[in-house]
């Protein structure tokens, strides 16, 4: 059973205007490295899953979230969601699209027809809260699909691991009163979006960090702190919102990360799943916007997703 590669074009037609980070060339480069490598024939394609359906993106969004977005839409142009968040034309289109990717690898990994997936999506969604979309998300992808995981196939507990830069805030949002979704994540702090939740949560494991914090001090955290509560949790499966911006070379944040890291704690989380999760692991696309750090970063991570 092989690691399913999920990406589309209609992702790529989602853009912001030429100035903006978050772009097209994004889901390009990671296609162009993991081909330069060597891995890209080794993985299991599929391009262009269903998008997701209303009722799946209702599981976890608001019907005036959704509807706001609908009516937001451009018919041509750009329209501002806020000051670094807009809509083009195409953008509804990608986001359902981007939200669709999870859905089709949460069913083929419970199907069995593969043991991981990487989706190669975009907008990105850790973000997006029920009722807001915000910092270049629209829908929350890896909250729809983990509510399909536990709604459609009955899971009991899932696991969201988030490395990205800034804190996923929307995830956060969604899952903070629902016990059968274990979030971990670290993030840069103070820095955007400035927004966690207070009260402590037993299956909310957030840590914040200093800028300039090192990757092997960020491997301690995930040692230390992520691994015990992830197998004291016994995930059924993990989900993992890869956003590639805490690379030392991404002007984004301030964090050290480095390519073997993100191997690393891709490492260790296959580890969890093989133990806990019959091997289950999807990750999908958040942030990372050095062009170059991103494709390497994300080759290193999906090559340790499917032990290539």
């Known amino acids: 059973m092989e690691t399913l590669y999920i990406t589309s074009p209609t992702c790529r037609q989602h853009e912001m205007g030429s100035w903006h980070p978050e772009c097209p060339e994004?889901?390009?480069?990671?296609?162009?490295?993991?081909?330069?490598?060597?891995?890209?024939?080794?993985?299991?394609?599929?391009?262009?899953?269903?998008?997701?359906?209303?009722?799946?993106?209702?599981?976890?969004?608001?019907?005036?979230?959704?509807?706001?977005?609908?009516?937001?839409?451009?018919?041509?142009?750009?329209?501002?969601?806020?000051?670094?968040?807009?809509?083009?034309?195409?953008?509804?289109?990608?986001?359902?699209?981007?939200?669709?990717?999870?859905?089709?690898?949460?069913?083929?990994?419970?199907?069995?027809?593969?043991?991981?997936?990487?989706?190669?999506?975009?907008?990105?969604?850790?973000?997006?809260?029920?009722?807001?979309?915000?910092?270049?998300?629209?829908?929350?992808?890896?909250a729809v699909a983990a509510a399909h995981?536990?709604?459609h196939h009955g899971l009991s507990r899932v696991a969201v691991i988030d490395f990205d830069v800034h804190h996923g805030n929307g995830t956060e949002d969604i899952f903070y009163d629902e016990p059968r979704v274990m979030m971990c994540s670290f993030y840069q702090h103070p820095f955007y979006p400035n927004s966690r939740r207070e009260g402590e949560r037993d299956h909310m494991v957030n840590v914040p960090v200093d800028a300039y914090t090192t990757g092997f001090d960020l491997r301690q955290i995930v040692s230390?702190?992520?691994?015990?509560?992830?197998?004291?949790?016994?995930?059924?499966?993990?989900?993992?919102?890869?956003?590639?911006?805490?690379?030392?070379?991404?002007e984004m944040g301030q964090l050290g990360m480095v390519e073997s890291d993100y191997a690393w704690i891709t490492d260790q989380l296959v580890n969890v799943a093989e133990s806990c999760s019959q091997g289950r692991i999807i990750s999908m696309l958040e942030g990372g916007y050095n062009l170059s750090a991103l494709g390497r970063s994300a080759v290193a991570h999906i090559r340790s997703l499917s032990k290539l």
């Not at 034309?89 to 043991?115: C, E, Y």
């Not at 004291?232 to 993992?240: G, R, Y």
């Open 149 to 151: 995981a536990l709604e």
């Open 26 to 142: 994004r889901v390009d480069v990671i296609n162009d490295h993991l081909l330069s490598s060597g891995i890209l024939p080794l993985l299991e394609a599929a391009d262009n899953p269903r998008p997701a359906t209303e009722a799946e993106i209702l599981r976890v969004h608001t019907q005036a979230h959704l509807d706001h977005l609908k009516k937001l839409s451009p018919a041509s142009g750009y329209a501002a969601v806020d000051g670094d968040t807009s809509m083009n034309p195409h953008t509804l289109a990608a986001a359902f699209q981007a939200a669709g990717a999870g859905i089709a690898a949460v069913d083929a990994v419970m199907a069995g027809k593969a043991v991981s997936a990487f989706c190669n999506v975009r907008p990105p969604g850790h973000h997006a809260e029920s009722g807001r979309a915000m910092g270049f998300c629209f829908f929350n992808n890896v």
């Open 224 to 250: 230390d702190i992520w691994l015990p509560r992830l197998r004291e949790f016994e995930p059924e499966l993990i989900l993992v919102s890869a956003g590639f911006d805490a690379h030392r070379e991404d």
